[in-house]
């Protein structure tokens, strides 16, 4: 028999009730600081217990949407790097020696911190970066994912047994971790890349050493502070994840040259990462180089118009088209080029531009001014290499400071020297192909290879796409677009995007050493291929 509702139980639930109905805080710059632990006048060097830097030399941090200081944030020099890599150096002792599962967990706890602070971390990339909310919490989500994977994986690095050729022997391969990890990472993921690069290092066994960009200190300093209490709280040492926030001319310098990092993974400019790849080859270091894109969807005639619209707004729109995936061509099949182009110009012209921390933003400001002359630049070459501007073009300052653009289309030829190029901002370049062939050759004619996508219902043209003879990119779709990755797969890309992998897939083998072991249980040496040596 159904019980019979108690009056006692009832004002529990309305008690709950107006909680849920009152209206969530804004997201204002003193809570997100007050939950990340931030605050106005902050130090540049961290390696577990107190921030500390004495290079007396300042870094500002600003809203890029309106200009206003965020924080000063003093540089971590020199002698404040010996100091971090030191406690690197020794924590990497311990920690490689606590077996894989046990790093896991404390990963694990890691992921479950993120989860806890996701909204607040997430803003703080909205307010740092400029990114707009969705994206900046779909960055941290990012994070939780890569703990998530790592956390599997510290069950199942492994590594295989094999056939020996000698009688009574044993041969197998072991991975053991490799020291400290140097990261160094650009603006436009100020939190992911990091964890990328950390969550997998850390189950390898390694320690981590950042260098986060310059432009977005204070989500550094934020993910740091939340890495901090979870290895405090497990009763680690002090060195396992650290920070220096110093110019890329001083300590970023000091990094690429130092011995004592076996590896650096390098994301950024592809002018930066010829020079940082140039100076660990040189000291035959190893290096994972994650560089720029300049990613193209191909739109069949035999597409789905409709996927492939909302695909090509995100790609070229998302994150004020500062993603290393951004799309930055679309080659139209003629037949389709009209109608796909009409329509794309009509979602431009209701993409509501705006402070990146408003829910109804859809794009928000570029990083810096000097991002801005960037795209002005690309427009004036644009145009004088024969382009046409379909759309946008203009600068704006809805908040007084010159940082945001319009999302711009220009139709132009992919030889353009222009098109050839990264900018790093909202320009989308269009053009017309009549045949696969030439849309194949234009899309794989450009210098870089990171992201790429054709949208056809042809099995036979996606298939081609995937082929040998298809695209030369890291990454390659069907009916999905260029931009935005699962952690699950390896990313990277190919020619001037530096053929570095990271993330999912067998990615952890680079944090690692690789060691070829041959045990002998016979009693008897067997020398290889047969060679015989008696005295
Ligand atoms: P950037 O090359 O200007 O800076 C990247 C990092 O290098 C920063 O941390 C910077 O401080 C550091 N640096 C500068 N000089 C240095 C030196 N001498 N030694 C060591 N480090 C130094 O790049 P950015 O403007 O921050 O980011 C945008 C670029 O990054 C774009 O080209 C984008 O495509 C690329 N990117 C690539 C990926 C990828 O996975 N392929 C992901 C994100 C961004």
Redesign the pocket.
Known sequence: MAKKTTKKAQPALTKAQPALTKAQPALTKARIFKELGLSARLKGANCGGEWFASSGDWLDSRNPATGELLARIEQADNADYAKVMKAAKESFLAWRMLPAPRRGEVIRQFGDALRAKKDMLGALVSLEMGKILTEGQGEVQEMIDICDYAVGLSRTLSGPTLQSERPKHRMMEQWHPLGVVGV??????PVA?WAWNSALAWVCGDSVLW?????TPLCAIACQNIANEVFQANGLPAGLTCVVIG???SV??V??NDHDLPLIS????????R??GGVIGERLGRSIL????NNAIIISDKADLTCALASSFFGAVGTAG????STRRLIIHEKVYATFLQKLIANYKRVRIGDPLDPATLMGPL?DEGAVADFEKAIVAAKKQGGKVLYGGKVLKPFGVPTFVEPTIIELKNEAEIVQT?T?APILYVMKYKKLTDAIAMHNGVPQG?SSSIYTDSLAEGERFLSAEGSDCGIANINIGTSGAEIGGA???EKE??G?R?SGSDCWKTYMRRQTNTINWGGEIHLAQGVEFHP
């Open positions: 160094i990472s650009a603006f436009n993921f890349v260098k986060p960009s310059s432009k110019k890329g001319s970023g310098e990094m690429i390098f994301t950024g400019s592809t002018k930066m990462g020079r940082i994650e560089l720029g894109g500062q993603r290393c995936t990083i990264e790093f990171l990313f990277g890309g995007t530096g570095g990271e």
